[in-house]
């Protein structure tokens, strides 16, 4: 059984930052890829950065050069680093296992507001 601990969410101020991380148990965190979503208020969940294995990212159009998804396998740990939070970015945000399985994090708040 594979679990996944988000943190790191909070509130932060628009142009602040943030660090989520969500760490990882179990053995197949080195070779999966890993993704960050995130679920607004009466919004659908979306795909908003992953990485593979290999270190290939992708990132959704609106995070574009201002959110960065990293790894740490030796740590099974991955990272979202926030930058130049916006008001449209407060969600929450759910760490997952894309492949090789399927497990989702509890999630993690994260608002940004004034």
């Known amino acids: 059984q594979v679990q996944l601990v988000e943190s790191g969410g909070g509130l932060a101020q628009p142009g602040g930052s943030l660090r989520l991380s969500c760490a990882a148990s179990g053995s197949i965190f080195s070779i999966a890829a890993m993704g960050w979503y995130r679920q607004a208020p009466g919004k659908q969940r979306e795909l908003v950065a992953s990485?593979?294995?290999?270190?290939?990212?992708n990132y959704a159009d609106s995070v574009k050069g201002r959110f960065t998804i990293s790894r740490d396998n030796a740590k099974n740990t991955v990272y979202l680093q926030m930058n130049r939070l916006k008001p449209e970015d407060t969600a929450v945000y759910y760490c997952?296992?894309?492949?090789?399985?399927?497990?989702w994090g509890q999630g993690t708040q994260v608002t940004v507001s004034s």
């Open positions: 990485i593979s294995s290999g270190m290939i990212t």
């Open positions: 997952k296992i894309i492949w090789p399985a399927n497990y």
